[in-house]
């Protein structure tokens, strides 16, 4: 439904401007992207933010978003699990 996902996409960008850099946020924007749109080339680029937002050494989540982020940029193929919000 297009305006359920703009109404997501209109929480989402406040939800950002509000959580000063929450790495949660931009996971949660990602794994829409990615699972819920079918738009990888902005979950890649919500992938990446959550990973510089959460630091090194980071989440458990990290490890699977890194691997995530690997397999949509086409840099191996893994049959990693899905990325989920589980900080």
């Known amino acids: 439904n ?50 510089d937002a959460a630091g090194t050494p980071g989440p458990p989540t990290r490890e699977r978003v890194d691997a995530r982020l690997q397999e949509i940029s086409g840099l191996h193929h893994s049959h990693a699990a899905p990325a989920t919000n589980d900080q």
């Open 2 to 51: 297009h305006s359920r996902y703009n109404e997501a996409m209109s929480s989402f960008s406040k939800a950002v401007k509000l959580s000063d850099g929450n790495p949660a946020v931009y996971l949660n924007i990602a794994v829409m992207y990615d699972h819920h749109v079918g738009k990888q080339n902005l979950a890649r680029n919500y992938y990446k933010r959550y990973l």
